[in-house]
């Protein structure tokens, strides 16, 4: 851990400290379990809905962990950003009123497990401050002792309900897509009574996210006007693969194997478990069945705390396939990588078992997750390769409505609406 905080925060602070693009990220091995939600619901995503003079109805919660027995002096800072997730040039005082930093206080050690940590937890905004402006945010932690030295990032959105967004989900009805495999996403939107918001396109940047991939986050173009709507339809972006339903597996058992889990083992003080070997599912028939769509849940059986009392599990993921692929990489996507298609979530080919495989170190409890195939060279994962596509397939879709006026210093988020095909 010492190297960790000395050397390693050091050398990789300087990519999320001074990079203008702001991601989810972790950056010391040691922080482990990250959660940014809203009401200290595992599942409710980091979205804040913004209450009369600037006042946020509810608050944030941030949980991690480090693998380290002694606590560690951490602080965190709140950074405004642009429709595009760039940092913007707001100072503070524009963006939050109170202190865009604090120190994180709250925290409790692992009780009874193999592998130590400290579980960090705190309320986002702190009590001492409120949100000035809507948009899209930045949390970063850093040890108090070198602010530059960012340990994870977490992003999340502060919203004005000044705009009805009605979302509706059909087969691809014009030249792009396939009826059988994709699904077109068409939104209205209408400006609120007395919200005052112009009816000028130009003005307005409108983005649709399927469940919570990063890669698959996409500006819609604006199609036409009806009556006092602004349409957003008919055109290629507007058409998202199907995907299928996510794989997952139940590791909050260490005496028994659960769902999708082959066996459980412990030697040298560690946990691992094995999974079932993953298999290719682009040319099997559609089966649906519920799962988290990409989520992690912590989770543990026999103990009441599952923050302080699930242990540290050595996980084993397994692809098997009779030879590598030449022309892209595979990807293990879900909330146990951040939904980052990087090295941290890429699967490696090994040529003595014929499979792909990868080792995470995760959190008892439950996990969803699938399998993407990222082409050389581009920057959006394929679900086709490896999940196969299926209109029917139940996804989540989150519209962003962003405006910004002429003479504006930044862009406010006027309207967030998720919603379901099925």
Known sequence: MKRCFLITLLLLSYNITFSQIAIDTIQ?????SVFLTRSDIEMERPFIRMGNMGEPTEQLM???????PQPHDLRYRIRHCNADWEIDHLEPGEYIHGREEGTIENYQFSFNTRISYVNYFQPIPDAYSTFAASGNYLLEVFPAENPDSVILSRRFCVFEDLTAIDASISK?????????RDQEVSLGITPMEGSFLPLQADYYIVK???NRRTDLCRRLPFDSFSGNTLLYRWHAENVFPGGNCFRYFDMSNMWAAMYHVQRIEQAGGENFAFLQPDEDRSSKPYSPYASLNGGMKINIRDRNNPQIEADYVWVNFSLPMARPYLN????IVGDLTQWQL???SRME???????YTKRLLLKQGYYAYQLLFLPAGEKEGLTATLEG???AMSNSYTAYVYLRLPGARYDRLVGLKEFRNF
Do not use: T
């Not at 941030?62 to 380290?68: A, E, G, H, N, S």
């Not at 691809?172 to 059988?180: E, L, T, V």
């Not at 892209?328 to 990807?331: A, L, Q, R, T």
């Open 28 to 32: 010391c091995e040691e922080v482990k």
């Open 62 to 68: 941030l949980r991690f962990d480090i693998l380290w």
């Open 172 to 180: 691809p009805s014009g030249a792009y897509g396939d009826i059988n």
């Open 208 to 210: 649709m996210q399927q």
């Open 328 to 331: 892209g990489s595979i990807h």
């Open 342 to 344: 990087d090295d941290g």
């Open 349 to 355: 080919w090994n040529s003595k078992y014929k499979a």
């Open 389 to 391: 596509d299926h209109y």
